[in-house]
T-cell receptor, first 118, second 115 residues
Framework: AQKVTQAQTEISVVEKEDVTLDCVYE???????LFWYKQPPSGELVFLIR??????QNEISGRYSWNFQKSTSSFNFTITASQVVDSAVYFC???????????????FGKGTKLSVIP | DAMVIQNPRYQVTQFGKPVTLSCSQT?????MYWYQQKSSQAPKLLFH???????NEADTPDNFQSRRPNTSFCFLDIRSPGLGDAAMYLC??????????????FGPGTRLTVT
């Protein structure tokens, strides 16, 4: 069975600090997809990134970067020079390769609430 | 802008009084989902449609039903809301299943209060 663990329930940082959100996953599949979503206080989940299991390249998008390591089953998310607008709940999610009706399911972690203090 | 729209944003209903939440999309995506999210929890998938094919998650209560009359619209019907059904209801769409790597796009949600 697949599982996603976000051990950090809440993190507070002061603006301009860097912060890393941890995500550890479990799956028996060799083909799978990992996602990060942001949920600001307004409630809408915003898609940030998708990574497939065959692509271990790290990715950078502006102040955001992601480190995918299959050896440790981790897909960590770093925000550089955090800003107040980064305050949100961040969810890591996993989907195993398509195999029918169950393949629509995203397995979410419990989320990490990030508070950036001005 | 292409998007996922949910109406209303806030809904108050009485215990046992049927309620319908609506979702529309301009993304022309094949898949539409309904999630329930309670405070400080991750979203929980209730059901999804791939085109007109409906799939109910095993633990979705019978109290919850859904309709998708066309590609753009999807409705969530709660036949007899209980206090435990108070939650945020999120609609999402994707071009293909998550198992094919498709990301999901979410609407802003409808916050349901049951009195």
């Amino acid at each position: 069975a697949q599982k996603v663990t976000q051990a950090q329930t809440e993190i507070s940082v002061v603006e301009k600090e860097d912060v890393t959100l941890d995500c550890v996953y479990e799956t028996r599949d060799t083909t799978y997809y990992l996602f990060w979503y942001k949920q600001p206080p307004s409630g809408e989940l915003v898609f940030l990134i998708r990574r497939n299991s065959f692509d271990e390249q790290n990715e950078i998008s502006g102040r955001y970067s992601w480190n995918f390591q299959k050896s440790t089953s981790s897909f960590n998310f770093t925000i550089t020079a955090s800003q107040v607008v980064d305050s949100a709940v961040y969810f890591c999610a996993l989907s195993e390769a398509y195999s029918g009706a169950g393949s629509y399911q995203l397995t979410f972690g419990k989320g990490t609430k990030l508070s950036v203090i001005p | 802008d292409a998007m996922v729209i949910q109406n209303p944003r806030y809904q108050v209903t009485q215990f046992g009084k049927p309620v319908t939440l609506s979702c529309s999309q301009t993304l022309n995506h094949n898949v539409m989902y309904w999630y329930q999210q309670k405070s400080s929890q991750a979203p929980k998938l209730l059901f999804h449609y791939y085109d007109k094919d409906f799939n109910n998650e095993a633990d979705t209560p019978d109290n919850f039903q859904s309709r998708r009359p066309n590609t753009s619209f999807c409705f969530l019907d709660i036949r007899s809301p209980g206090l435990g059904d108070a939650a945020m209801y999120l609609c999402a769409t994707s071009r293909n299943p998550a198992g094919l790597g498709s990301e999901q796009y979410f609407g802003p949600g409808t916050r349901l209060t049951v009195t």
